[in-house]
């Protein structure tokens, strides 16, 4: 869906950097290309030449380190293909329950409260049953239910965030199971996280290894702003080269065709803020009576969303959570117009109908292939 052209931050000749790669993490993997020290603007040329000797190995082990724990303590939170997630325990109570989120929760279920209300209920986290009735589930069976038509959606009396879920600050209470999918978000906020995590605990800070799974993001994940970084999460990408000493030029990002991985509908170019794109190619596992299936619900009806082919939303590194903000923008497109989004949200896009004509807002960062 995304593909970085050239070498990432390499393209801005930044020598203490360092490239993390975590490819189990979240389903599609996360790689993070992060400078070792933050840059200070008064810092002399000779400081600067001084860094590349000050990196350590356990520098960026710790980093990794650091990272990785993150990582296990958010999917053991928020995954519901795990058995032992506080997600998987809120679906299998018969009678509900109060469940306390961590802290960091707390920014995710807002995001998720200001998508439900901007896209009038399209955008759930509760289509995690929905999911499950067409095959994508913790079995990962791949076949629908033969009445998951029937049975599917808010229409069709599924639980709801606003109607089924009682939301007090990071504490949810429910009255029976309730089955979460954070997938139109989560990876976003997962990156949003990791880049606050880099700012405050860096490399050589051993005491921020051992409270990073319990770190918050904040009013903003915009607080890694004097460490340059990259980190892309398959589809979602978080882009940081404003404060790099080396004059970098924007990082060169690739709009995937949905139809054929190989071609590129357009390229954007990105120096600071998050770009993430959303599409069923990369998740699709048949069909029911000519519907295909893949994991674009709208939470309205449960189904499949058929009415775009590919969506990319580009929020600036000012916002609140701005990769987590991109990432559920780009699946919000999928069943809602982008002018009734802008008025929550301050973004630009591109997206594909469903019969190929590639729509674009006017400052969209890209220059496009197609008419």
Request: glycine share 10%; with cysteine.
């Amino acid at each position: 869906m995304l593909g970085l052209i050239g070498d990432g931050m390499e393209r801005s000749r930044t020598t203490d950097m360092c490239t993390l790669a975590f490819p189990q993490a979240l389903g599609t993997g996360i790689v993070v290309q992060v400078q070792l020290r933050m840059t200070d603007s008064a810092e002399s040329d000779n400081q600067h030449a001084n860094l590349t000797s000050q990196m350590t190995d356990s520098a960026e082990s710790d980093m990794r380190e650091a990272v990785a724990a993150l990582l296990r303590t958010y999917e053991h939170t928020l995954s519901r293909f795990r058995e032992d997630s506080l997600v998987a325990a809120m679906r299998r109570a018969t009678h509900g329950g109060s469940f306390d989120f961590p802290d960091w929760a707390g920014g995710l279920f807002d995001l998720y409260d200001a998508l439900h209300e901007a896209s009038d209920g399209a955008i759930d986290p509760c289509v995690g049953e929905d999911l499950t009735r067409l095959g994508y589930g913790p079995a990962y069976t791949f076949a629908a239910q033969p009445n998951a038509r029937a049975y599917a959606g808010a229409v069709h009396g599924r639980a709801t965030w606003h109607g089924s879920v009682e939301r007090h600050g990071c504490t949810l209470i429910t009255r029976g199971p309730v089955s979460l999918d954070f997938g139109a978000c989560g990876k976003g906020y997962a990156v949003d996280l990791i880049a606050a995590l880099l700012h405050d605990g860096g490399c050589n800070d051993e005491r921020n290894t051992e409270r990073n799974a319990d770190h918050h993001a904040g009013p903003n994940a915009n607080r890694a702003a004097d460490r340059a970084l990259v980190i892309d999460a398959g589809g979602d990408l978080l882009v940081h080269l404003g404060q790099s000493p080396d004059q970098p030029v924007p990082l060169r990002v690739a709009l995937e065709h949905p139809s054929d991985s190989t071609q590129a509908v357009g390229v954007a170019e990105i120096m600071d803020g998050a770009l993430c794109a959303s599409a069923p190619s990369r998740r699709h596992w048949g069909e029911q009576s000519g519907m295909r299936l893949h994991h674009l619900l709208n939470a309205i009806d449960g189904m499949p969303a058929d009415s775009v082919a590919a969506a990319w939303a580009y929020v600036p590194q000012q916002a609140a959570f701005p990769c987590a903000t991109a990432d559920g923008l780009a699946t919000a497109l999928f069943v809602t117009p982008p002018d009734r989004l802008r008025a929550r949200f301050r973004f630009e896009c591109a997206f594909i109908d469903a019969d190929g004509m590639l729509h674009a807002s006017r400052n969209f960062p890209a220059t496009l292939f197609l008419a």
